[in-house]
């Protein structure tokens, strides 16, 4: 069974489902994580106490819905729409990001996040 985390920010409870590379598995052994939301554009991103390189997989091209780990500033980031370097619809990280995982269900919720909301991310179930 995949890992599942759950995610809190203000009035907002999304759950998610990491994937299998070692990035993913660093940040699931330092669950519980707190942290304080930026967004930009439709990405919400903030700092977490693990540190990964880049994967060779890493790309800056996502999904709405992705979840990714941003090796330059040790950023957890949830994208749910276009950003400011976005091309068009799709999201688009600032610079290569490691894919960890994917919300289940609809990602655009987060778009309720505010900037400075504190956030936190939980074990869901193993």
């Not at 060779?56 to 500033?73: N, T």
């Not at 370097?85 to 994917?102: E, F």
Request: charged fraction near 25%; include cysteine.
């Amino acid at each position: 069974m995949k890992k599942r985390i759950h995610i809190t920010a203000g009035e907002v409870s999304i759950e998610a489902e990491l994937n299998d590379t070692l990035t993913a598995q660093k940040i699931w052994g330092a669950l519980p994580i707190t942290g304080i939301a930026n967004r930009w554009g439709d990405e919400i991103y903030f700092e977490i106490p693990v540190h990964c390189d880049l994967e060779p997989d890493a790309r800056m091209d996502v999904e709405v819905g992705d979840i990714g780990y941003w090796p330059e500033g040790d950023g957890f980031c949830i994208f749910f729409g276009p950003t400011p370097v976005s091309t068009g619809p799709k999201p688009r990280a600032y610079s290569p990001v490691n894919i960890i995982g994917k919300v289940l269900g609809d990602a655009t919720i987060c778009r309720k996040i505010k900037d400075g909301t504190p956030i936190s991310i939980t074990r869901l179930q193993e």
